[in-house]
């Protein structure tokens, strides 16, 4: 059989376990705050999770398509998947390792700084451009816009139910969050499951078997979506628990409020701009945000600088980790 196939399939295989990893890990973007706010129980919620993860992977192909040829140019051939296998196993050793310690830090900046550390151990050709436009400064901006918008926007449902009794409104809340749920679990799809989608097809790009004129295969689709659905419904509790209770005490109200604000950002960046921003980022700096309108005392700022710096150390921890993994890998060719 050829070696370059077999590379391939190989490389395949890796990307769809980083898919699994990034569903579990990741897994409370979507739905943390609805369970910790009970208004869905936590099968269900992964449930439904795992069905918007799907949906939202066939929405996602300007991402996907960024991942795929925006980031880095690799040559030809089993010289260019080994890179593409190093990355990989650098993204997913860093998603077990903070999901061990229950770290809310962003799959995709893994990804990304696994593939560009494996690319300059290689020799290949990191587009620096596009890591500027389409990952740091959406690394910047993201998290920025959620923190404002969950800001405002709980102080918008302060203001406009004012006068309602608590407890009808936590109910009501309660059954929005079933749609602001679901809407975060789409965004989710759009964003993380493109990008397992994009891996893949840069390797079927390297390998000969796929060129930009083609669209892209549906069984791409479909496995990205069944990984990322899969590791979905496995459940990352470890980060459902520090996602739902330890930044704030998050009630119906402020879960809605996060849920809406994070899904409107991972939307507007899917649709309009093809960037592939971070999941955990943008849900979290919303949650931040949303707290923060009870006063200093109601956001636990110590874990928030916990994930803050967890944030900041994924991408160039998980370069080395590739770097690492290809000076081995290489002589396989």
């Not at 919620?45 to 690799?74: C, D, P, R, W, Y």
């Not at 097809?201 to 390998?207: D, E, K, Q, Y």
């Not at 402020?254 to 980022?281: K, M």
Request: hydrophobic share 55%; aromatic share 10%.
């Amino acid at each position: 059989m050829d070696s370059v196939f077999i590379a391939v399939a190989v490389c395949i295989a890796a990307a769809l376990l980083f898919g699994y990893t990034n569903g579990f890990h990741d897994s409370a973007n979507a739905i943390a705050t609805s369970i910790s706010t009970r208004a869905l129980k936590p099968r269900v919620a992964l449930g439904m999770a795992a069905i918007g993860n799907f949906v939202g992977a066939h929405l996602g192909g300007k991402v996907a398509a960024t991942v795929a040829s925006g980031l880095v140019e690799l040559p030809d051939g089993i010289d260019g998947i080994l890179i593409v296998i190093a990355g990989l196993f650098g993204a997913i050793a860093w998603n077990f390792t903070t999901w061990y310690f229950g770290l809310p830090t962003s799959s995709s900046h893994a990804l990304f700084g696994g593939m560009v550390g494996a690319t300059m151990a290689g020799g290949a050709v990191v587009l620096w451009g596009g890591i500027l436009d389409k990952i740091v400064l959406p690394t910047i901006v993201s998290p920025l816009v959620g923190f404002t918008l969950g800001f405002l926007v709980m102080i918008a449902v302060y203001w406009l139910f004012r006068r309602g009794r608590p407890d009808k409104l936590n109910r009501g809340f309660r059954h929005a969050q079933t749609a602001s749920a679901a809407a975060m679990a789409i965004g989710h799809g759009m964003q993380d499951a493109a990008k397992v989608m994009g891996i893949i097809i840069l390797a079927l790009s390297v390998g000969g078997y796929y060129t930009d004129a083609e669209p892209i295969p549906e069984w791409v689709y479909l496995a990205s979506a069944a990984v990322m659905a899969a590791g979905t419904y496995a459940g990352g509790w470890r980060i459902i628990k520090t996602m739902g209770r330890k930044i704030i005490d998050l009630g119906p109200p402020q879960g809605f409020a996060a849920e809406t604000v994070a899904s409107a950002v991972l939307y507007a960046n899917t649709f309009l701009l093809g960037a592939p921003i971070s999941t955990t980022h943008t849900i979290t700096s919303a949650i931040m945000g949303v707290g923060s309108t009870g006063g200093k005392r109601a956001v636990r700022w110590g874990v928030a600088r916990s994930i803050v710096i967890a944030w900041i150390i994924t991408f160039p921890i998980a370069a080395i980790v590739g770097a690492l993994f290809y000076l081995p890998i290489q002589f396989i060719g």
